[in-house]
């Protein structure tokens, strides 16, 4: 009786299967239906699983799903969350989407407008300004208009390019020398400790390599000491070209830049008084007029600006190079006289140590 009941089961799911390859009904339900008349066992507990205990039931998914394009489907009885049209989601877990009556743009301040105009005639005026001083500079260059000139400050100017273009020069030089120098001092130092080790490693001659030892260690300290010397007027006097001096020339370009631009109007204000007098012409006077005025005091005050710091240039000039020269000679004596003495100390130390050597065949 057990295989028979076995047996009918396997031919009701064999059945049950064939119907859902026809899809001519629900698969779910048959599953639950075939499921209700499957018992366990003839003696054990027997379980209908299409009668479910209430407190097992759960939700059940929809015989059809109905899609319609032409009507809205309330979110709350949809089971798969709520589409009406393509991928569009109505179902809203967080509710309405907001809204507000206040503007998401930047607004424009009021003063947006007046600073574009502000770049705008910054760029006029630039443009105006540039295209009268190259006027100027080449009428300069081909003798059709004059210039303002101050001979004495020209002079003065003059003068402070030379000094500087001499004092680069001196700078170049220092600098080599410092560096030969250096190289010089290394040597020695490499050389004396040559010297003192072969001074242990040749008895036959220990004392005179002894000798040259000491003398290349004194020319080494004597020589740290000038290279420190010479450093210390290389920077000195790099301060003076490369700062102090071009700080200066600095000013003196803004100067002539001045001048020119100074001259421009002058020349400008001179055409429009010359011309006739017309309305456009006195409104074009009134204007180089103001122009012309804020140039000359701008020229004027850039050339009381050169004046002084020329002035103070060229006193401050005078009294650093003063005491640098004053350094530096007494840095060189002492290094040659102080190398002197060494020698001379170190001839009369090892006078009388160092044996004549015997006359070799090849002098003989």
Same mark, same amino acid.
């Given at each position: ?68 394009? @032409? ?45 574009? *105009? ?8 630039? *443009? ?26 020209? @002079? ?30 290394? *040597? ?31 020319? *080494? ?14 920077s000195s006097v ?12 600095l000013t003196v ?112």
């Amino acid at each position: 009786g057990h295989f028979e009941t076995q047996t009918g089961a396997e031919l009701q799911t064999w059945h049950t299967f064939t119907r859902m390859t026809s899809l001519t009904s629900n698969p779910m339900e048959d599953i639950e239906n075939m499921e209700g008349e499957y018992m366990e066992g003839s003696s054990g507990h027997r379980r209908n699983r299409s009668n479910p205990e209430p407190e097992q039931t759960r939700p059940q998914p929809p015989r059809s799903l109905d899609f319609q394009s @032409d009507k809205e489907t309330d979110p709350s009885q949809s089971w798969t969350g709520g589409f009406t049209q393509g991928c569009t989601p109505q179902f809203q877990p967080f509710g309405a989407p907001a809204t507000s009556s206040i503007s998401l743009t930047t607004p424009s301040s009021p003063g947006d407008g007046l600073g574009k *105009t502000t770049k705008l005639e910054n760029i006029k005026n630039w *443009t105006i300004s540039t295209y009268k001083c190259s006027r100027q500079s080449l009428y300069e260059k081909m003798g059709k208009t004059s210039k303002t000139v101050d001979p004495e400050l020209e @002079d003065q100017i003059d003068t402070l390019r030379n000094t500087q273009k001499k004092y680069s020069e001196i700078l170049r030089l220092a600098r080599a020398l410092s560096s030969h120098f250096y190289n010089l001092v290394q *040597t020695q130092n490499s050389l004396g400790e040559c010297f003192s080790d072969l001074a242990h490693k040749s008895p036959e001659l220990q004392q005179e390599f002894l000798y040259n030892a000491e003398a290349q260690r004194n020319l *080494t300290k004597n020589g740290q000491h000038l290279l420190a010397s010479l450093n210390f007027f290389v920077s000195s006097v790099n301060t003076i070209v490369n700062k102090t001096m071009e700080d200066s020339l600095l000013t003196v370009k803004q100067y002539e830049t001045a001048r020119v631009e100074y001259d421009a109007y002058r020349t400008d204000l001179e055409f429009y008084t010359a011309a006739k007098e017309t309305e456009a012409n006195q409104m074009k006077l009134s204007e180089t007029q103001l122009s012309f005025n804020n140039k000359k005091a701008e020229f004027e005050k850039l050339r009381s600006d050169v004046q002084i710091k020329l002035k103070f240039l060229d006193e401050n000039r005078v009294k650093v190079m003063a005491n640098q020269l004053l350094l530096f000679h007494t840095a060189v004596s002492a290094y040659f006289s102080g190398n002197q003495v060494a020698l001379e100390e170190s001839m009369k130390q090892f006078a009388g140590k160092v044996k004549t050597p015997a006359t070799s065949w090849i002098e003989q």
